[in-house]
């Protein structure tokens, strides 16, 4: 990153976003904030992957399955707690600290590129 702020065209291609369907979503009643584990499908080249996401406030569990999602997978693996969470779900904070997740408005094939 420059001082400016600005990042360049190279910056913003080194962080692999994918497009993902989450196939399932438990508790996670270790972790010390509210949050799910959850199974994302970035299709047959990535496979499936798992992550942490405090997203409890906006969203069951239920209505997680079968919604697409993006993540950050080139990310390293990062444990919290007794769970290894694999990529970062994205999304946008709120004022009351509450996520968002930022989806594809359309369905786009699991592990198809941001770009």
Known sequence: MTESGIIGWQDFQ?????SGT?????????ARKPAYKITVDFGPLIG???TSAQITV????????????IGV???????IGP???EFLIV???R????????VPDKPVSNGSRLA
């Open 83 to 85: 769970f290894m969470s």
């Open 91 to 93: 999304g946008f904070y």
């Open 22 to 30: 989450i196939t399932s979503v438990e508790s996670f009643p270790e």
């Open 14 to 18: 080194n962080v692999d976003l994918r």
């Open 73 to 79: 997978i080139n990310f390293p693996r990062k444990q």
């Open 48 to 50: 499936t992957r798992r």
């Open 95 to 102: 004022e009351d600290g509450s996520v968002i997740l930022a």
């Open 58 to 69: 906006n969203y069951t569990r239920e209505e997680l399955v079968g919604r697409q999602v």
